[in-house]
């Protein structure tokens, strides 16, 4: 089973920046795609970015231009460097992994750090 612990949140105002890690342990057999969520107060949860093994990225429209998303194989880390933070990226932010361990394909979720954007 892979555990996803996430740092680096706080609060900041607005235009700061914040950067968000995650860092994988336990046991599996290969890692593969690594996200990140948000959830905003009394809204879903929504993607933000996502990356493959191999190193290719997708941001979806709240994060282009504004954050990065990284990672580490060695170290079986992902990051998420956010520049030009607005009040509205406000919310919980978690990191996930889609893993293979003994019991197939699974999706494990971090319990989440909280950013606070002030305007």
């Known amino acids: 089973q892979v555990q996803l612990v996430e740092s680096g949140g706080g609060s900041v105002q607005a235009g700061g920046s914040l950067r968000l890690s995650c860092a994988a342990s336990?046991?599996?057999?290969?890692?593969?795609?690594m996200g990140w969520y948000r959830q905003p107060p009394g809204k879903q949860r929504e993607l933000v970015a996502d990356?493959?093994?191999?190193?290719?990225?997708h941001y979806t429209d709240v994060a282009k231009g504004r954050f990065t998303i990284s990672r580490d194989n060695a170290k079986n880390t992902v990051s998420l460097q956010m520049n030009g933070l607005k009040p509205e990226d406000t919310g919980v932010y978690y990191c996930n992994a889609y893993y293979q361990y003994r019991q197939g394909p699974t999706l494990g979720w971090g319990q989440g750090t909280q950013v606070t954007v002030s305007s």
């Open positions: 336990g046991s599996w057999f290969s890692i593969g795609a």
């Open positions: 990356i493959t093994s191999g190193g290719y990225t």
